[in-house]
Nanobody, 118 residues
Framework: QVHVVESGGGLVQAGGSLRLSCAASGSIFSINNMGWYRQAPGKEREPVARLSSTGSTNYADSVKGRFSISKDNATNTVYLYLQMNSLKPEDTAVYYC??????????WGQGTQVTVSS
């Protein structure tokens, strides 16, 4: 089992920055890929950024050049980050961290709210 917890959301003005953090603990040895999704009000959950086990990254077109995903490994915990710059009101959403293992099976966090005011 893997426990995923996000933090770092909040209210920011357009053009500002936020850094989201995610801590994955438990059976982290089983995790291959990690990333972030987001869900805006009235919309479906959509992928934002992904970091594979080989270190390759993928970003949604809407965030390319503005968001950056990274990871740190610690004893029994993996930390995943999403640095968000030049934020826009359309980035407002609940952001979810996930970890994926073979199966496939996905572990989700509870989400963290990001609100960008115009």
């Amino acid at each position: 089992q893997v426990h995923v917890v996000e933090s770092g959301g909040g209210l920011v003005q357009a053009g500002g920055s936020l850094r989201l953090s995610c801590a994955a603990s438990g059976s982290i040895f089983s995790i291959n890929n990690m990333g972030w999704y987001r869900q805006a009000p009235g919309k479906e959950r959509e992928p934002v950024a992904r970091l594979s086990s080989t270190g390759s990254t993928n970003y949604a077109d809407s965030v390319k050049g503005r968001f950056s995903i990274s990871k740190d490994n610690a004893t029994n915990t993996v930390y995943l980050y999403l640095q968000m710059n030049s934020l826009k009101p359309e980035d407002t959403a609940v952001y979810y961290c996930y970890g994926e293992r073979l199966g496939p099976y996905v572990y989700w966090g509870q989400g963290t709210q990001v609100t960008v005011s115009s």
